[in-house]
């Protein structure tokens, strides 16, 4: 169970990074229409990729079987709260959204009278890239919020999964015990 919950949990940061990824071209290239537009190089500093926080194992199990009412003795379920596997997908799709959170640090850039419809250009144009790479980081944001959604919604069902499976594999073993019981009871 703890394998194909890291298989998940890899392949929700395997979009992660997806996104992320795209989000940084999208970036590159609204830089280059902008300064084609501006005629001339706009100088803000654009996000680089930034790898996620990979895990190398996590943890999800089922409550064991709870046999004749027995409390002492079971253990506790690994996999639910910061410990567990929602907590490991959720650090690591947190380590990625930090790496995109300060919004572009666009230069101030003083316009007088004096200055050049070239300079006048370049500054509405800079401006225009920061608006636009600031929505375009909002989008990342949000997607990468929908990813943990849908990650700790798939999470759940392959627990759930388990759980019922679980449950009938006990429910097949009680009644087979219980004929074997009546068999035998039958014999002697």
């Known amino acids: 169970l703890a394998q194909h919950a890291l298989r998940l949990v890899l ?6 990074q997806a996104e992320a990824h795209r989000y940084v071209r999208t970036c590159t290239v609204l830089r280059l229409y902008t300064s084609l537009r501006a005629g001339g190089p706009i100088d803000l500093k654009l996000p680089e990729l930034s790898p996620p926080k990979l895990p190398e194992a996590v943890e999800l199990a089922v409550p064991p079987i709870d046999f ?13 709260g910061k410990d567990g596997v929602f907590g490991t997908l959720s650090d690591s799709l947190a380590s990625v959204i930090a790496a995109y959170s300060e ?4 230069p101030a850039t003083q316009l007088t009278e004096e ?5 006048r250009l370049v500054a509405e144009w800079t401006g225009t890239l920061a608006t636009a790479v600031e929505g375009e980081r909002c989008k990342l944001r949000r997607r990468q919020a929908a990813l943990a959604h849908y990650g700790c919604g798939v999470l759940e069902e392959l627990r759930s999964h388990a759980e019922k499976l679980q449950d009938e594999l006990d429910k097949m073993l009680g009644d087979l015990v219980s004929k074997e019981t009546a068999a035998l009871s039958a014999l002697a």
């Open 103 to 106: 919004p572009v640090a666009v």
């Open 115 to 119: 200055s050049s419809d070239e300079e």
């Open 68 to 80: 004749g009412g027995r409390k002492e003795g079971v253990a506790e379920v690994k996999g639910r």
């Open 11 to 16: 392949a929700i940061l395997q979009l992660s």
